[in-house]
């Protein structure tokens, strides 16, 4: 029911929306729950697990009860809090856990089994037969427990992450947060103030307090207009202060765009922002508590801070005919403000035995209400006086148990609330958060005045540890009434009397906890799902842990409270990870001959960031195999063009390089000559390999090292700790100029005559044998030619700047081809390289040593070097060890499977029994058959004989021979030739 | 005869202006990282000066102007953008030509920090990072090198096989500045 | 959590990789002797209080950092070069 002339919405702006498939109006400034209110909707959800009629409970953001799904399809958003949605033209809502609707719902009927649900039920019902929960019970107790679904399609929406800084970031517009914004700013420290409402302002906006003789909300206007026009102040609604990290780091969720509706493109939702502030002012103010008594959670039940928000800020009486029910003169307040408004009073019920009474309004004093009835909303309460109980018929009951100061943020790091006994709450514990100043209600102050006053003190403090000069502010005037609580938690009786609304847990769940001796407020917490729920039970954790403190015979402090933890509210996993969907997932990195792979039909694969070319179909095949043959024939035959940019490629220079070299790699670089290339091995320090590569001596202190393309920014990494944590003396320099180079193999009998014709002098061996590297000239441009080979061609690496490696890769893809070759693939390249038993990653996975894949000679001896010494563990070169050999299939089966394990021949295939693996395989058309790398325990002594390949999961089971893992030209005259 | 054709690292990709905001490839030159030898920073910062006019940059500092900039660029090392490196620089440091390493861009316009603060976890607001100041740091994913060259204008580095992800990701970001109004 | 690296200031933890116990600086000569060996390579402390460990600042300027911080109340005490901090 709208009241004439109050509120701070603008009527002259009426709003269309959808409510259950039902049009609405409301006014701009209305939220869902204030617009549904007003237009006589109370009903607006059902509970977790009774299926319980619920209205709303609150007007803010801790609300349990209505929750409800806002649009539908990819944007469908569930468990939307109808006190926080404002509504919007065409805003569409539905509630949520009900079937067939929310009027009738055919899961009430698990009201009905209440008695059967208590804490605990699931934990004893459900535990046999053990087969059941996976298919049976859990798929039924989901579907009927829940909240709202989620669409199932992918987010259609754009979420955004985002960094600020500042110095003194202030958490809550309120009359404390305004006022510690006000004076920072004037002092012109950097400052940000956040609130998560749609509007700066907090209770003013929901009380007729006056400041300085002006209503609050003017007051809030004039302070908001005063910090928009400095330029040291950001303000932030809509922006709820989630969680508090380390070092002053804030998270933060804006909602950008959930209160219009709009979606201008490219526009977010939501906003996660991630605040780092050096200093903190949390004013986040109190959330109203309710009482505990039977059948409390009706629709028209609502806490009397609402009750006062819904008709001072939006106008909105919850009811015709109000009862008032509480333990503060918050009651009284509230009994005033609607009369006011024209409302009815029926009774205010103060539980206090000494409270005021009034000739406005009915006072039954020491009284406690017992009961209420009404189908799905409230029709009348029962009231419990020494002279007995009494009905009185009523739609609202406006309830308050006392506030609880908003204490979560200083408890994100470990802080645990202290117990204040004469407010009957907690409050934050001093320095629980380094940096951050409590002030106003979240601190345990509750009146304007007191708000006021500690927003200025705050400030004042943390301008002083800024080194800021505090200004002089004077204290508005304001009310400083003070809080008198008679401890209120539930009322005794029968039947259920609800705690946490949204998770459905009673008083009684709560002390059947304690009976069964989960006295713990954690164990307490698990077992009855208490705070749970995505409220994480604001309203009611404070109530649950002092009934549970009455049940043990304990003291509230005693008994302590549960962890709080971050989000102090529900934050999006889109918001999270806003950005990093599809092609945002990690940097995607392109090789220069990216688009002519591309568009020769190459399918990319990912290689760490890169994306490399599997293999060039040609037309008229069809398979991947087809494709990967020709290119291996093509190489082994004429030649072939592979680009190997993305292998890591690293500069080093200096003085101490060649000293710095023999040092991480196991054999020596000190000797390398220049203008010549050496294989390197680098080992961890715990003796095992790390990587392998070339690296050319390219002058007297400077070395061109490569890596593989996987370990470029771990050797890096490694090279950079092994400089600046181990030899900082050696004078030494790296710079990765993998960016620098496009670099190509070029490999096959007829590599140098494809290079002939873009080298200013034809190759010889005489200048060019195997090994060397130096400067060309590629087609008039600076360049470098290595000669080496991972195929076992003799073939080269010819390197030209990246910006001319496009124009390169197409020249010579189409000399390659008038020879008679062409461009290959990472498969042919896997192929060219098992076929001469060259190793990778697959086969140095981290837990081989030189020895095992037959390098054990490669560490030298004349000199130390990363892992040298652990590498010479007896157990890292003894007997036994699974070392390198080649495998090829010699029986029926001709399939060969990498992953798969070695056994001997007649030996069942069992763990015991296990001789080693298999870490590569292909298919070699240079051969006609698979052939395969893998490791075997003593290996190079076993050349000759069978072993039975089995692969569990696939099934196959293969007999191979044991051979030299160099299975084509053995001698390397090819590589030379 | 093939002749060998130099393209871009952005080629195709920009410019792009999204609301107050332009982004644009920039043609920086030559780039040369520049490591000095142990104790031999203050000679090639004298080296630097005859040589090509700037002194070699303290951290998180920029020397020199538009076409002619040594940029810090982490720990012992700068980069010189512009000029061919002189000779006698060598003397001094190592000497490693990155011209074609890095995707350099222009940013510009209103609203350009707001663009930054999306993806860069450093605060570049102008009372905090002015010009001639510049960090090694994050863009998203991907290490960066980020300048303050403008009142309202940065220079971005990132490796150049990740230009299409930097024009990306600076396009969603300026997307979503440009849709706040 | 931010670390104050010693060349770029006060960065957000997510610029650096983190490696582990600054004993990694403390390598023993290849002829120290199992034990000594087994120390560095292997065996770490696992402090509730003061721990020094290694940082690279990889999304930043390169170095190494040694960070002393306080693994109970999260305190960053000294953050120095692992080029200078060894000792
Ligand atoms: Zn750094």
Known sequence: MRIKGKGLIDRSRSIPFMFDGVRYSGFEGDTLASALLANGVRLMGRSFKYHRPRGVLTAGSEEPNALVTVGSGASQEPNVRATVQEIYAGLEACSQNRWPSLNFDLLAANDLAAPFLGAGFYYKTFMWPKSFWEKVYEPIIRRAAGLGALSGQDNVDKYERAWAFCDLLVIGAGPAGLMAALVAGRAGADVILADEGSRMGGRLLAETYEIDGKPGHVWVDEVQAELEAMDNVRLMTRTSVAGVYDQGTYAALERVHHHDGRHPHGAPLETFWRIVAKRSVLAAGALERPVAFRDNDRPGIMTAGAVRAYLNRWGVSAGKNVTVFGNTDDIHRTARDLLAAGVHVAAVIDSRHDAPLSDDYPVLRGAQVCGSSGRKGLEAITVRRPSGEERIQTDCLAMTGGWNPSVHLTCHMNGRPTWRRDIAAFVPTPGAVPGMVPAGACNGSFSTAACLREGIAAAGEALADLGVKLPEVAVPEAEDTPYEIAQLWAVPGKGRAWLDFQNDVTVKDVKQAAVENFRSVEHMKRYTTQGMATDQGKNSNVAALAVLADATGRGISETGTTTFRPPYAPVSIAAIAAGAEGRGFRPQRFTTSHKASVARGAPMIEAGLWYRPSYFPKPGETTWRQSCDREVRMVREAVGVCDVSTLGKIDIQGPDAGAFLDFVYTNMFSTLKVGRVRYGLMLREDGYVMDDGTTARLGQHHYLMTTTTAAAGDVMKHLEFVHQGLRPELDVCFASVTEQWAQFAVAGPKSRDLLNGLLEKPLSDEEWPFMACGPVKVLGVEGRLFRISFSGEHAYEIAVPARYGASLFDILAERAEALGGGPYGMEALNVLRIEKGHITHAEIHGRTTAFDIGMGRMVSQKKDCIGKTMSERPGLEEEGREQLVGLKPVGESKQLLAGAHLYNEGAEPTRVNDQGYVTSVCYSPTLGHMIGLGFLADGPERHGETVKMVDGLRGVTTLCKVVDPVFFDPEGGRVRG | ?181 | MRITCPYCGERDRREFYYRGAATDLDRPAPDAGEEAWENFVFLRENPAGVTRDLWYHEGGCGAWVVVTRNTVTHEVLETRLASEARS
Request: proline share 6%.
């Open chain 2, 1 to 181: 005869m093939d002749k060998l054709i130099a393209k871009n690292p952005c080629e195709g990709l920009l410019p792009l202006t999204i609301g107050s905001v332009t982004l644009t490839e920039e043609e920086p030159g030559v780039m040369t990282a520049l490591a000095p030898y142990k104790g031999k920073e203050k000679d090639l910062s004298a080296a630097l000066k005859a040589a090509h006019g700037m002194a070699y940059p303290a951290p998180n500092r920029a020397t020199g102007k538009a076409g002619s900039r040594a940029v810090w660029f982490g720990h012992g090392q700068a980069m010189l953008m512009g000029p061919a490196p002189d000779a006698s620089l060598a003397e001094h440091a190592t000497v490693v030509d990155q011209s074609d390493a890095w995707a350099v861009v222009w940013i510009e316009g209103e609203g350009v920090e707001d663009v930054l603060a999306r993806l860069v976890p450093v605060d570049l607001r102008p009372a905090h990072f002015k010009r001639g100041h510049t960090v090694r740091s994050l863009l998203f994913h991907m290490t960066a090198s980020i300048t303050r060259v403008g009142d309202r204008a940065f220079q971005i580095m990132v490796f150049r096989s990740m230009a299409e992800t930097l024009v990306h990701d600076l396009k969603t970001a300026m997307e979503g500045v440009a849709a706040r109004g």
